[in-house]
């Protein structure tokens, strides 16, 4: 599976080096081959040339920018299957049920596993390692790079990320995975030490929530373990499959085994 890239800084220059990617974050410059990665997501003020958005484009690479309005760029969608899109519109509301039961299932059950019952954001408040302000600011930081991922996941489906009722559907989807992935990595890593205005403290944040990302996790539907990441990706795939011949299939939103 490809690798996905989060740049985080307060001036990003994306470049094309051959067949690779110059990033420059603050100075410091990296590389990465584009044929490792299925998307970059950027928060900061960033410049990309157009030879690194060619580069992207020939490699399916998206690049989604972490504004106050998610934006992203991307090749011109896969081929439009027009059943797809109907269908999108067509069964609009029971997607957005089922991906509504389904997060408030995970967050039930994350709730009854980890914190015996007890809402998460209240137990880690309750353990005072940070504030309710700083808890508030952490999570809807880290947010928005688990709305990127799912994002790119549609993009790649052929899906348009917005349905017929006018709901972002990459948010709703991370919804889904955000008791298992953003509330138990915040029960477990919050710390009274954490300096939010550190970019350097947030970096480290960061890099530990991609790799909160990778861990197994089991699956009430199916049975098998996958890391979140690749659970996200199932799921949408499941959702494109669904479309495609809703007469024949059902959709079912992931679910945390119990």
């Known amino acids: 599976m490809k690798e996905s890239l989060w740049v985080l800084g307060k001036n990003i220059f994306i470049g094309k080096k051959s067949g690779r990617f110059l990033v420059e974050i603050d100075g410091v410059k990296s590389e990465i081959a584009a044929l490792k ?4 997501i950027v928060s900061g003020r960033v410049e990309a040339t157009s030879r690194a958005l060619e580069l992207a484009f020939r490699n399916d690479v998206s690049i989604i920018l972490l504004e106050d309005k998610l934006l992203w760029l991307y090749k011109s969608f ?8 109907l269908n999108l519109y067509k069964y609009s509301r029971e997607i957005v049920e089922e991906l509504s039961k389904a997060a408030e299932f995970n967050r039930k059950e994350v709730s009854r596993k980890f914190t015996r019952g007890v809402d998460i954001g209240k137990a880690i408040l309750s353990t005072k390692k940070c504030s309710l302000e700083d ?16 994002l790119d996941f549609l993009l790649k489906t052929g899906l348009t990320p917005i349905t017929s009722n006018n709901i972002f559907l990459p948010k709703l ?20 030490r954490m300096n939010l205005e550190d970019f350097g403290v947030l970096k480290w944040i960061l890099a530990d929530f991609k790799k909160h990302l990778k861990e197994t996790v089991i699956s009430d539907l199916e049975g098998y373990s996958k ?12 959702l494109a499959m669904f479309l495609r011949n809703p007469v024949a299939r059902e959709f079912k939103a992931f679910r ?3």
């Open 37 to 40: 990665l299925r998307t970059i």
């Open 78 to 85: 896969p081929e439009k299957d027009v059943s797809l899109l």
């Open 135 to 150: 808890l508030l600011r952490l999570s809807l930081f880290l947010d928005k790079f688990l709305v990127g991922e799912s």
């Open 173 to 192: 989807i991370a919804e889904v995975f955000k008791p298992i992935a953003l509330q138990v990595f915040l029960l477990k890593k919050t710390s009274s």
């Open 227 to 238: 890391n979140i990441i690749e659970h996200m990706e199932v799921c949408v795939k499941s």
């Open 256 to 258: 945390i085994g119990v």
